[in-house]
């Protein structure tokens, strides 16, 4: 350590400073070998500066093999240009610097901290962000980002900021140049170098910038500033609506009303002064929030994108409204990048599969679907795999395709114009549309929440029959009987059936599928049939019935006489001691069970479940909640087991 940099910090007192810091923070210089170049040769140093401010330089250096923020602090380094500083002053927002980012550490919206070089040259390092500060990316986006893109990126700088309230922390010095943009366009707030985190921490460095700095914060001259707020910081933040707003850097008192006419609403710039309003009528932060929640400009910003020239510039205000998992802004704006500028056809092609890719099989337009466009949504669908519908369409786009392989019709009509899918899911139709069904492909049938009884059951058979590859059936909520759920799934062998919420009484029949859900039916445990003729169930759900203790001997004899039972839930099912108790005697002889859940029932005690696992070694997850049990202290439960309890 040099002289000159000893003498201004005594770093063992810095050391002893952070100590309740929680994370292992000190980063040997050795880690960073480009820190001695750049003290060595000032055009190294200039070359890799990325950013300059009052408490010193930002560099992009290497550590470990990545790119990291290294912020050199110049008035530690260099006491002769910041000589109105104090040593303590310099010591005190070092360490605020450092414990309030470590604080902080890998929350969203913030720029992440990964440590601190106390040795010459004296280093704050950070995650590299590669998208430049928020004012470089408004000055160069902010009118081909729209309205609902700036919504989007100060919503998620709100609740950056509410993150660093919560953690008691008061950043002081909100602005565009202290918002960092990643390469998925996320704002990230960074340059903690005037933060507090109570007023003993306060000293007349920690202002801030000020045309930024809330006006109830000058009381008279430097030494009696008062120390920054909440409060401040919200006044910090609509000062920043503002330049995202108007896409310029104006000092707050040059803005006025009339500069956000011309497509940015008044309920947006209402927002922005409520922020800067008077401390006493200020808007706190989370009002700020909801508030950002609640608008939507979607539908506004495709006539933004529509005056878009170049496809390029339109990218990032789709990747943004994407981002927020904003479906129907995703609707429109593939609507548009498919279905105008056929001349960059093959440029916007590409992009929109890429979105559609990343997004998921979501109901993805409205107006796609409405018309084929010169065979421009033939194209697309024929590289789609699945689509899910709950619109009105023209299903005419749809007839014979060979491409798209799962479809979701929800609410609305079904058409026979798939011939080729292997999956299919049809809810809240009339029955007749049993009829329509005339796929031969199928190897996933769900037709749950159809208002289907047994006087159906025909109709569903006849699917099957056509359908010789069908593995997985769905028939949940629905009206089917006992002798109707028998005669569908007896037609083969599935590998799953979910025939929950219907109004069967038994299992007999059912017990050559894999996977079984009998969740919510009339199942009586006191006619409870068992037949261990190919007993095949390797995962069965018989919740929410009616078994009792009776069942539960029932459910004994399954797990006595058979190896095939991996996973059994029976929650909620009146079961009691007796019954729990059969249960377990069970268990002890078992060798293929590996997960029960036998919660919301009134089983026997914590000790006899312990003396089971002792013995039944297969068993990793034992639920046993709700059921009124006590664990001594002195109980130890085997590591290899999960018990909820």
């Not at 602005?175 to 990230?188: A, G, S, Y």
């Not at 050559?512 to 759900?541: A, P, W």
């Not at 439960?637 to 999960?642: F, L, Q």
Request: hydrophobic fraction near 35%.
């Amino acid at each position: 350590m040099s002289k000159r940099l000893f003498s201004l910090m005594d770093i063992n007192k810095i050391k002893q400073h952070l100590q309740d810091v929680s994370v292992d923070i000190e980063i040997p210089n050795s880690l960073i070998p480009e820190l001695d170049i750049i003290m060595r040769d000032g055009s190294e140093a200039d070359k890799r500066r990325i950013g300059r401010g009052g408490s010193g330089n930002v560099y992009r250096l290497t550590m470990d093999g990545r790119y990291v923020a290294v912020k050199q602090l110049t008035a530690i380094n260099n006491p002769s240009s910041f000589t109105r500083m104090t040593n303590n002053i310099d010591e005190i927002g070092f360490v605020n610097e450092v414990r309030n980012m470590a604080r902080l550490w890998n929350r969203g919206g913030i720029a992440t901290f990964l440590g601190v070089v106390l040795s010459n040259p004296v280093s704050i390092v950070m995650e590299y962000i590669s998208g430049g500060t928020l004012y470089d990316f408004i000055k160069e986006h902010g009118i081909n980002i729209g309205i609902e893109g700036k919504r989007i990126i100060l919503l998620d700088i709100a609740k950056a900021l509410d993150l660093c309230h919560r953690a008691g922390i008061i950043h002081s010095d909100i602005k565009t140049t202290n918002i960092l943009m990643d390469h998925n366009h996320m704002p990230k707030i960074c340059d903690f170098g005037v933060s507090i985190s109570g007023h003993k921490d306060f000293a007349s460095r920690s202002f801030g910038t000020d045309s930024w700095v809330a006006p109830e914060r000058y009381a008279g001259d430097a030494p009696s500033y008062k120390p920054p707020t909440h409060a401040s910081d919200v006044y910090s933040f609509g000062v920043l609506c503002c330049h995202v707003l108007m896409n310029v850097g104006k000092s707050p008192a040059c803005f006025a009303e009339s500069d956000l006419n011309g497509g940015h609403p008044r309920e947006f710039w209402g927002l922005a002064k409520q922020c800067m309003s008077d401390i006493s009528t200020r808007i706190p932060l989370d009002a700020v929030i909801r508030a950002l929640e609640s608008m939507d400009y979607s539908k506004e910003q495709l006539d933004v994108i529509d005056s878009i020239d170049s496809f390029d510039r339109c990218n990032i205000s789709l990747e943004l409204m994407c981002r927020m998992n904003n479906k129907s802004a995703q609707g429109y704006m593939v609507y548009f990048l498919i279905m105008s500028d056929q001349s960059n056809y093959a440029a916007r092609w590409a992009k929109t599969c890429d979105y559609i890719r990343k997004f998921g099989d979501e109901p993805f337009v409205r107006k796609l679907l409405s018309t084929d466009n010169d065979g421009v949504t033939t194209q697309l669908l024929n590289k789609y795999k699945s689509i899910t519908l709950n619109y009105d369409v023209d299903f005419d786009v749809f007839r014979n395709n060979n491409s798209i392989k799962r479809a979701v019709i929800d609410h609305i009509p079904y058409r026979d114009v798939f011939n080729h899918l292997t999956h299919l899911s049809i809810h809240r139709q009339k029955p007749h549309f049993l009829h329509k069904i005339h796929i031969k492909t199928l190897e996933y049938l769900d037709i749950s929440y159809n208002e289907l009884s047994s006087e159906h059951c025909g109709d569903v058979l006849a699917i099957l029959t056509h359908n010789q590859h069908l593995a997985h059936l769905i028939i949940s909520h629905n009206n089917f009987d006992q002798q109707s759920c028998k005669s569908i799934v007896g037609v083969r062998d599935l590998a799953t059936a979910d025939i929950s919420y219907n109004r069967i009484t038994d299992i007999c029949d059912l017990t050559r599928i894999r996977v079984l859900n009998v969740e919510k039916n009339c199942i009586d445990g006191n006619h409870l049939r068992i037949s261990f003729d190919d007993f095949m169930v390797q995962d069965l759900n018989i919740s929410f019935n009616h078994l009792g203790d009776n069942g539960a001997v029932a459910i004994s004899l399954i797990l006595h006489g058979t190896n095939t039972l991996e996973k059994l839930d029976i929650s909620n099912n009146v079961i009691g001691r007796e019954g729990s108790e059969k249960i377990i005697d069970s268990l002890a002889q078992n060798t293929s069970l590996t997960h029960l859940d036998i919660s919301s029932n009134n089983v026997c005690s914590m000790e006899k479940w312990l003396d089971m696992l002792e013995k039944n070694h297969r068993i990793t997850y034992l639920n046993l909640q709700f059921c009124n049990l006590q664990k001594a202290d002195d109980v130890i439960i085997p590591s290899h087991i999960g018990i909820d309890f």
